[in-house]
């Protein structure tokens, strides 16, 4: 099992910047995975936002590329996100996502709020 810690989020005005970390803890977990962040709006599906390896390969999905910025420490287990420029759409509750890449099981944070609005 792993379990995941996460924290920030919050309010903030469009073109703001907030940051977000989460650190795993538990069973085998330097083996190869990847680590990263999705989101969900109501009444949307879950989507991928970006994603590091363990190996330091990145993954973004389009709609945040130039604006967030994902980065990992191995030695804390603790990956990170940098949102820069935000804007209203970007107003959802962000998932950790933990992801051992041999065996594909994944595992998910509890989820923080991202508020975007003046």
């Known amino acids: 099992q792993v379990q995941l810690v996460e924290s920030g989020g919050g309010l903030v005005q469009p073109g703001g910047s907030l940051s977000l970390s989460c650190a795993a803890s538990?069973?085998?977990?330097?083996?190869?995975?990847?680590m990263g962040w999705y989101r969900q709006a109501p009444g949307m599906q879950r989507e991928l936002v970006a994603d590091?390896?363990?190996?330091?390969?990145?993954n973004y999905a389009d709609f945040v590329k130039g604006r967030f910025t994902i980065s990992r420490d191995n030695a804390k287990n603790t990956v990170y996100l940098q949102m820069n420029s935000l804007n209203a759409e970007d107003t959802a509750v962000y998932y950790c996502?933990?992801?051992?890449?041999?065996?594909?099981?994944?595992?998910w944070g509890q989820g923080t709020q991202v508020t975007v609005s003046s």
């Open positions: 538990g069973s085998n977990i330097f083996s190869s995975n990847a």
């Open positions: 996502n933990f992801r051992r890449l041999l065996t594909r099981i994944n595992y």
């Open positions: 590091i390896t363990s190996g330091g390969n990145t």
